[in-house]
């Protein structure tokens, strides 16, 4: 009984302590956001160097929505559906949609970042090169997952489902 309620107060606790640390993510998000889109703005009205502001306008929305990504799956599966993943399917899901968010953010912050250095220096590329293949290893590496995950779905999808009915009957 008395573990019982530690583990429910943990659980409310670390509920808490989660939608809080979303909230502030949230937050920090709009604030990046506002952030480009006034460098943009000022660009646009001072027309002193609107191409790399802009540039650099666009890399700070791109942050700003990696960072929503990261407070709203926090809020997803902390908060809302606790620590608990029902099913391995609905594991795979979760995690490919936020893995696949990721990506295509570092994707866009390492096109941004060539058309920005390729205009001062070439020989800094380095640097956006590796942001691509990152980007490329997140997308190889959410494959894999996605293949070992079904794998590991046809093995015990029959064992999550008798799971299930078990606990819909009385």
Same mark, same amino acid.
Do not use: C, W
């Given at each position: 009984?008395? @573990?019982?309620?530690?583990?429910?107060?943990?659980? %409310?606790?670390?509920?808490?302590?989660?939608?809080?640390? &979303?909230?502030?993510?949230?937050?920090?998000?709009?604030?990046?956001?506002?952030?480009?889109?006034?460098?943009?703005?000022? &660009?646009?009205?001072?027309?002193?160097?609107?191409?790399?502001?802009?540039? @650099?306008? +666009?890399?700070?929305?791109?942050?700003? +929505?990696?960072?929503?990504?990261?407070?709203?799956?926090?809020?997803?599966?902390?908060?809302?559906?606790?620590?608990?993943?029902?099913?391995?399917?609905? &594991?795979?899901?979760?995690? =490919?949609?936020? +893995?696949?968010?990721?990506? +295509?953010?570092?994707?866009?912050?390492?096109?941004?970042?060539?058309?920005?250095? %390729?205009?001062?220096?070439?020989?800094?590329?380095?640097?956006?090169?590796?942001?691509?293949? =990152?980007?490329?290893?997140?997308?190889?590496?959410?494959?894999?997952?996605?293949?070992?995950?079904? %794998?590991?779905?046809?093995? =015990?999808?029959?064992?999550?489902?008798? &799971?299930?009915?078990?606990?819909?009957?009385?």
């Amino acid at each position: 009984m008395i @573990g019982a309620a530690r583990d429910h107060v943990f659980d %409310t606790v670390s509920r808490f302590a989660f939608g809080v640390i &979303a909230g502030i993510l949230m937050l920090l998000a709009l604030v990046t956001m506002g952030v480009g889109i006034g460098q943009a703005v000022t &660009a646009l009205l001072s027309r002193e160097e609107v191409g790399q502001r802009v540039l @650099g306008a +666009i890399g700070y929305v791109i942050v700003s +929505i990696a960072v929503f990504e990261v407070s709203k799956y926090l809020v997803d599966e902390e908060v809302v559906r606790g620590r608990e993943m029902r099913a391995a399917a609905e &594991a795979r899901r979760s995690l =490919t949609r936020f +893995i696949s968010t990721i990506a +295509i953010a570092v994707f866009l912050e390492g096109l941004v970042t060539v058309f920005r250095v %390729t205009h001062d220096n070439v020989s800094d590329l380095v640097y956006p090169a590796l942001l691509l293949l =990152t980007a490329m290893g997140l997308v190889l590496g959410l494959g894999v997952f996605q293949r070992l995950s079904v %794998t590991v779905e046809e093995r =015990t999808g029959q064992r999550d489902r008798v &799971a299930e009915d078990d606990q819909v009957r009385p």
